[in-house]
């Protein structure tokens, strides 16, 4: 099922649970006593009814209609005008039910004590001003809200407690969305970055092809077996998410030898792998514009050139280490060229504030650091 049908229905749930226990309240509170009365339990429903349908109005039609639909202002005044209706209602039932009110003052028998109470009349008696009467100390009453104020309190509770739980489920839906948008969104770019590596690769390994033509036909030969394995490294094992690093390794072997067919031996190619964790996974075919990147800009035929590739594992982490001679060629303006650029847009989207990648450039090497975790 749908996870978005899961949290409409745990959402569902959470209100009848809510509801369940405020209706069910009264119920068990009368059962603690011995008089049970329905006529008292009608009237707690009769009293929660109100508050029943405020709840509903706003949680199905005001929430969903209007405030997640930019009406705020309207979804504001309509839930005033229902504060209002239900404080009309209010007082119309309590007018309908009127309730005794005690007579204010004191009772007849505290101003006017009984006959046999008052003192007789004597004549010999001393005539002076009888005492005041002290007046009885009451202690101070509790304040307590009107019963109208008290009800529109628990209703702007009750609308703010219901709001709130739908905006947190919105928000948490609007997450889940943008989670999923945001993957399928890195799914794409980095199939792009894939499917414009191989052929870029391919057109760099037939370009070198060529030009083994015309030294030795022997070598041109061999070349397309060795591009063969490449290209079936290409085509299948790059659709994996992941590959052993011990095949990353034996498709960059093949791709130097590859390489020094191409080129003579003054070029110096060099490459350690200390071999540790082969059996670790990474993304397949991370490394190859970067050394797509070290022979095209570091080899020259009339110069000192060098690539060498050293890779180490230490620390829960992969260093790579790629340095070439830097021989700019006429009309570089760069010359880190596509695939590096290529390369850190793939490790954005793969290793998001988990990678170090560093880049120096002297006059005579040029030298790319890359660190991933694995």
């Not at 749930?13 to 405020?22: E, K």
Request: hydrophobic share 40%.
């Amino acid at each position: 099922m749908d996870k978005k049908k899961y949290i409409k229905q745990g959402e569902n749930l959470i209100v009848i649970i809510l509801w369940g226990v405020i209706l069910l309240t009264p119920i068990f509170l009368m059962q603690q006593n011995e008089n049970f009365q329905w006529r008292f339990l009608k009237g707690n429903w009769r009293a929660i009814l109100p508050f029943l349908i405020l709840f509903l109005l706003n949680h199905y039609l005001l929430v969903p209609q209007l405030l997640f639909k930019d009406k705020k202002r309207t979804y504001f005044l309509s839930i005033v005008a229902l504060l209002v209706l239900l404080g009309l209602t209010f007082q119309f039932n309590k007018a309908r039910n009127p309730q005794l009110k005690p007579e204010m003052g004191k009772p007849h028998s505290e101003i006017h004590p009984p006959e046999r109470e008052r003192p007789h009349h004597r004549p010999n008696q001393d005539r002076q001003r009888p005492e005041p009467p002290r007046r009885r100390t009451e202690p101070p009453r509790p304040f307590n809200f009107p019963p109208l104020f008290s009800s529109l309190l628990l209703a702007t509770l009750m609308l703010g407690f219901d709001t709130g739980l739908r905006v947190m489920v919105r928000w948490s839906q609007i997450e889940r969305d943008k989670s999923i948008l945001e993957k399928e969104n890195i799914s794409t770019q980095l199939a792009f970055l894939k499917n414009q590596l191989s052929p870029h690769f391919f057109m760099n390994t037939l370009n070198n092809i060529h030009s083994l033509m015309d030294i030795s036909t022997d070598e041109a030969k061999e070349s397309i077996i060795k591009l063969s394995r490449l290209m079936r490294h290409l085509l299948y094992d790059s659709d994996n998410d992941k590959i052993s690093i011990q095949k990353e390794v034996e498709f960059i072997n093949s791709y130097i030898e590859l390489m020094r067919l191409r080129f003579s031996e003054k070029v110096e190619i060099k490459f350690e792998w200390d071999g540790k964790i082969s059996d670790k996974l990474i993304p397949p075919l991370l490394f190859t514009s970067l050394l797509e990147n070290a022979f095209k800009h570091g080899i020259s035929y009339d110069k000192t050139s060098f690539v060498r590739i050293n890779m180490q594992y230490e620390n829960a982490h992969l260093h790579l280490i790629v340095e070439n001679s830097n021989h700019k060629k006429q009309g570089d303006k760069d010359a880190s060229g596509i695939g590096i650029v290529n390369t850190k847009k793939r490790l954005d989207l793969l290793y998001p504030h988990q990678y170090t990648f560093e880049q120096k450039e002297t006059v005579d090497v040029f030298q790319i650091k890359l660190s991933i975790p694995i």
